[in-house]
């Protein structure tokens, strides 16, 4: 069983950045790869990054390429993302999860794939 918990969302400007940290309970924290998703009001949960848990391999959506980074400190059971040059459609409340699809190794992109959810954490961009 691993708890997951989300901080560090809030309101920001256009342009802005926010780091989000994800804290996770457990001693299996590092068995696990994991994801970053987002979710608007009206729409489907999406996948936005995620980081495998052996080499530290990263995958992200093409909508935040370039502008998120996703990593982990398996040390402080903790993943980050760090969102820059945020925009107003990057507002949606975003969630972590956990992942042990292929091991953790592979990084899925569909929620179906991750068995552990933190509650998440509203993430408002103003124009």
């Known amino acids: 069983q691993v708890q997951l918990v989300e901080s560090g969302g809030g309101l920001v400007q256009a342009g802005g950045s926010l780091r989000l940290s994800c804290a996770a309970s457990?001693?299996?924290?590092?068995?696990?790869?994991m994801g970053w998703f987002h979710q608007a009001p009206g729409k489907e949960r999406e996948f936005v990054a995620g980081i495998n848990r052996s080499d530290g391999s990263t995958r992200y959506a093409d909508s935040v390429k370039g502008r998120f980074t996703i990593s982990r400190d398996n040390a402080k059971n903790t993943v980050y993302l760090q969102m820059n040059s945020l925009k107003p459609e990057d507002t949606a409340v975003y969630s972590c999860?956990?992942?042990?699809?292929?091991?953790?190794?592979?990084?899925?992109?569909?929620?179906?794939?991750?068995?552990?959810w933190g509650q998440g954490t509203q993430v408002t961009v103003s124009s």
């Open positions: 457990g001693r299996t924290f590092s068995s696990y790869a």
């Open positions: 999860a956990a992942s042990s699809w292929m091991s953790g190794i592979m990084i899925a992109l569909g929620t179906g794939e991750y068995i552990y």
